[in-house]
């Protein structure tokens, strides 16, 4: 299995609404991502985890709130959002010690209103 | 600050054509360049590069990187439609697994 997956693969949500993005792997990577990504940009990183524990989170907004419950799942859980949050996130793994490769997942379409 | 330059942004060549695209760094705590190719989802790994002079190849495509002069390339030999895409150049760093990707090159190849 060398493959990322993504649930939903769109959303649509109000400012009020409280939703989950999920992501899983069974490559056994133990280092996960959640990137977002705006039209034409690319990617920016929002979160790393690394052996299940954050190891970077890049100044995001508290209303979004990442979790890895374990090594193969990681969420992320949104609420109170923006317009300006619409966009593309992106899933990503990585074994971390020998391999530095990122896979990425399909991404979950996210539109705010 | 770290950064990631890609050139150039976009690009439009005909089928059969040979495209270079170039990606330069710099980037402390250096480890590897990575390669991605996008399409209208998420990116797919290309290559990654770790030592400096040594080309990697998939089919059409090869890539390598020059550690000294920080800088990248990607070669597309005979191009196709299907290479049409974002090429996205990303460095990764020794620390906490951060990568840092460039803005991407937009190839589109016309019939």
């Known amino acids: 299995d060398t493959e990322v997956t993504q649930t939903p693969k769109h959303l649509v949500m109000g400012m009020t609404n409280k939703k989950s993005l999920k992501c899983e792997q069974h490559?056994?990577?133990?280092?996960m991502y959640w990137y977002k990504q705006k039209a034409k940009k690319p990617p920016e990183l929002m979160f790393v985890?690394?052996?299940?524990?954050?190891?970077i989170n890049e100044s995001v907004p508290s209303r979004f709130s990442p979790e890895c419950p374990n090594s193969s799942l990681l969420n992320l859980h949104l609420h109170a959002l923006q317009p300006e949050d619409s966009a593309l996130y992106l899933c990503?793994?990585?074994?971390?010690?020998?391999?530095?490769?990122?896979?990425f997942g399909p991404g979950t379409r996210l539109l705010v209103l | 600050e770290d950064k990631v330059v890609q050139s150039p942004l976009s690009l439009v060549v005909h089928e059969g054509d040979t495209v270079t695209l170039n990606c330069s760094y710099e980037?402390?705590?250096?480890?590897?360049l990575l390669w991605y190719k996008q399409e209208k989802k998420a990116p797919t790994f290309l290559f990654m590069l770790?030592?400096?002079?040594i080309e990697k190849k998939s089919g059409r495509l090869s890539s390598i990187l020059d550690k000294k002069e920080l800088f990248s390339i990607l070669n597309i030999t005979a191009t196709q439609t299907g290479d049409s895409a974002v090429y996205l150049c990303?460095?990764?760093?020794?620390?906490?697994?951060?990568?840092?990707f460039g803005p991407g090159t937009s190839l589109s190849v016309i019939p």
């Open positions: 990503a793994s990585s074994h971390r010690d020998n391999e530095e490769t990122q896979y």
């Open positions: 490559m056994g990577h133990r280092a």
């Open positions: 985890y690394s052996y299940e524990k954050l190891s």
């Open positions: 980037v402390t705590n250096f480890r590897s």
């Open positions: 770790t030592s400096s002079g």
């Open positions: 990303a460095a990764r760093k020794t620390s906490y697994d951060k990568v840092i």
